[in-house]
């Protein structure tokens, strides 16, 4: 990632190819591939259904870019990722890393979804703590349709849990080095 501090444009390359090559900002926050989206930082593909620019997720209603209509698998990248501890909430804590200054919990969600994020070490939920998930990238998020035999692709109906959480203006809720794994 030291590409994206000194670098006026980034290239990644897959195979002596030229995956994606444009400024450090667009890269990182517009992959054009997953591969771009997991090369240059930690990221979560959840999967969706989008149409017009909103992906209805698991998570929540998210703006994306890319892939805008059908089955997708939207990225999301830790710091893009809120919690807050809500009895009634559909994620628990699973799981939490030290990571010195910040922690980075994994956040299971009832469907199997799972979504790191990073915390203030002095903020941080313990384990099995239930708590309210919210992302927030301040951009649309990149979108990808999905692979065959994703999770993503076998959804033909918006999650119904994510109807809900449509905010007008809001750029949507969010999840980006290593694809965590679903359930």
């Given at each position: 990632t030291e590409a994206l501090s000194i670098g006026d444009r980034v290239a990644v390359l897959r195979d002596g190819r030229v995956e994606q090559c444009a400024l450090p900002e667009v890269v990182f926050h517009a992959p054009t591939s997953r591969f771009a989206a997991t090369f240059l930082g930690e990221a979560a593909l959840i999967p969706g259904v989008a149409r017009d620019g909103v992906a209805d997720t698991p998570v929540g209603r998210l703006a994306v870019t890319g892939a805008t209509s059908g089955a997708v698998e939207v990225m999301v990248r830790p710091h893009e990722v809120t919690m807050a501890a809500d009895d009634d909430a559909d994620a628990v804590v699973e799981m939490v890393e030290f990571r010195g200054a910040y922690t980075s919990p994994v956040l299971a969600f009832d469907g199997g979804?799972?979504?790191?994020?990073?915390?203030?070490?002095?903020?941080?939920?313990?384990?099995?703590?239930?708590?309210?998930?919210?992302?927030?990238?301040?951009?649309?998020?990149?979108?990808?349709?999905?692979?065959?035999?994703?999770?993503?692709?076998?959804?033909?109906e918006p999650y119904p849990e994510a109807a809900n959480d449509a905010r007008p203006g809001h750029p949507g809720n969010a999840v980006g080095h290593r694809a965590l794994p679903s359930a």
């Open positions: 979804v799972r979504l790191r994020c990073e915390v203030p070490h002095v903020r941080q939920q313990p384990v099995g703590t239930r708590v309210r998930v919210t992302i927030d990238a301040g951009h649309p998020l990149a979108a990808f349709a999905a692979e065959a035999g994703s999770v993503a692709e076998s959804a033909d």
